[in-house]
């Protein structure tokens, strides 16, 4: 019987160290979202000025690194894009970047099937 209370405290533990990592990484993210990413999407808009891949890529890449942040937190990798999408669309930039990165993959994808 003591060898089941033990477990059981055990994953009320984990789960409370798991609730204290979710609400971290969820506060660290909108502190980040509303200093660094608006700036951050300036930059890239600024140094691609004749092509936008430039933009198109480092969009990408933003929502590959904060997914790949939460999966190296133990938190899912949906969550991670999903925090990444919330943060960009929270930018002024918001509508620029979503035609940019659809634009993206729709041009790259009739090139692929020309082919």
Not at 33 to 56: D, G, H
Not at 69 to 83: H, I, M, P, T
Not at 104 to 110: C, E, L, M, Q
Request: hydrophobic share 55%.
């Amino acid at each position: 019987m003591r060898a089941i209370r033990v477990s059981v405290s055990c994953r009320c533990s984990a789960a409370r160290v798991g609730l204290v990592i979710l609400i971290a990484f969820l506060v660290a993210l909108s502190i980040f979202a509303r200093t660094c990413v608006p700036w951050f999407l300036k930059l890239m808009i600024s140094l691609s000025s004749q092509t936008n891949e430039l933009y198109q890529l480092a969009a990408v890449a933003f929502c590959l690194l904060v997914a790949w942040c939460s999966d190296k937190l133990g938190l899912s990798l949906e969550l991670g894009s999903f925090a990444a999408g919330v943060m960009i669309s929270t930018t002024d930039l918001a509508q620029h970047t979503l035609e940019q990165v659809i634009y993206g993959v729709f041009t790259n994808n009739n090139f692929i099937i020309q082919i």
